[in-house]
């Protein structure tokens, strides 16, 4: 069973030619981390796509939105949003891990060829 994801609309994830586009790694593996938990009977795809637009909606209400539009960070907090709200995390959970990810330095976990 796959995610039944929108091809069109405000929700529908970024595309090239028909093919998802991640510009960083970890947004391939928000998608696929929310679509294998989606898979894995963890939440229904109605109850993420309501916290995906409720994201958006609460992104496009911004006057002055602190960061630019990233699609993927508001994937990733909806996929927050399902997980508190089934209580497989808490909020706390949540934050605390996001600041102990911010302070590792960039491409801690990518190997570049010499």
């Known amino acids: 069973m796959?995610?039944?994801l929108d091809i069109d609309g405000a929700t529908a994830p970024?595309?090239?030619?028909?093919?998802?586009v991640f510009a960083e790694?970890?947004?391939?593996?928000?998608?696929g981390m929310a679509v294998s938990l989606y898979e894995a009977g963890a939440f229904t795809w109605p109850d993420f796509r309501a916290a995906l637009i409720a994201r958006i909606?609460?992104?496009?209400?911004?006057?002055?939105?602190?960061?630019?539009?990233?699609?993927y960070r508001l994937w990733l907090a909806a996929l927050e949003d399902v997980l508190v709200e089934l209580r497989a995390v808490t909020a706390d959970e949540v934050t605390a891990r996001?600041?102990?990810?911010?302070?590792r330095p960039p491409g801690h976990d990518h190997t570049h060829p010499h």
């Open 57 to 71: 909606a609460d992104r496009e209400a911004a006057a002055a939105p602190e960061e630019p539009y990233s699609y």
């Open 98 to 103: 996001a600041r102990a990810l911010a302070r």
């Open 2 to 4: 796959s995610a039944p």
């Open 25 to 31: 790694p970890w947004e391939g593996r928000a998608f």
């Open 14 to 20: 970024p595309r090239s030619n028909g093919e998802l």
